[in-house]
């Protein structure tokens, strides 16, 4: 019974956040040659599976830099800075950046808000064009269903933003969509 026990507050703590937090505000604040971040390294690092979340305040990058980010989504609480007609190397592979504004680069991975910590269910664009009021699963990147429930029901409901995959009843299976 004692194993029982133990195993089971094991197998809760590592399934309690769907996201693991990172914080390169120092990595991120002047980028000079090339910054790599991996998400599939850093999740071994930290023995997860959960979303890797990098956080900083600005993100600044110098001249004839670059940077690559895989499998991670980057919230900046302030914006990104390019050195006046700086050529830069930037590759976002399968990665997202949420800023308050970008100067001098642009892409669809970087996404400019203001609110970076959740987002309310009825705001996110695929659930949005969800036809009907089909029962739904939401499951965060470790497994976990975080939400279960008719569309009709999905008014004041807020999850971090993050990658989620998501059943709908006699209908599909998305993985790793994108809600901000």
């Given at each position: 019974m004692k194993t029982i026990i133990f195993l089971t507050l094991i197998l809760l703590n590592l399934s309690i956040f769907s996201q693991k937090y990172v914080d390169m505000t120092h990595?991120?604040?002047?980028?000079k040659g090339n910054l790599i971040i991996d998400g599939n390294i850093l999740?071994?690092?930290?023995?997860?599976?959960e979303e890797i979340i990098i956080t900083g305040k600005n993100m600044k990058i110098n001249h004839k830099s670059g940077f690559v980010f895989n499998n991670i989504i980057v919230q900046?609480?302030?914006?990104?800075?390019?050195?006046?007609?700086?050529?830069?190397?930037?590759k976002l592979l399968d990665s997202y950046i949420f800023c308050k504004y970008s100067e001098g680069i642009s892409s669809k991975s970087i996404i400019k808000k203001s609110n970076f910590r959740n987002v309310s269910l009825d705001k996110v664009e695929y659930i949005k064009k969800i036809n009907g009021n089909p029962e739904i699963w939401i499951?965060?990147?470790s497994g976990k269903l975080v939400y279960k429930g008719l569309k009709s029901n999905i008014n004041n409901i807020y999850l971090s933003i993050a990658r989620y995959d998501v059943k709908i009843k006699g209908k599909s299976f998305d993985e790793d969509i994108l809600f901000y």
């Open positions: 990595q991120l604040a002047n980028i999740k071994k690092e930290y023995n997860t599976r900046l609480t302030g914006s990104i800075l390019v050195e006046d007609d700086n050529k830069i190397y930037p499951y965060d990147r």
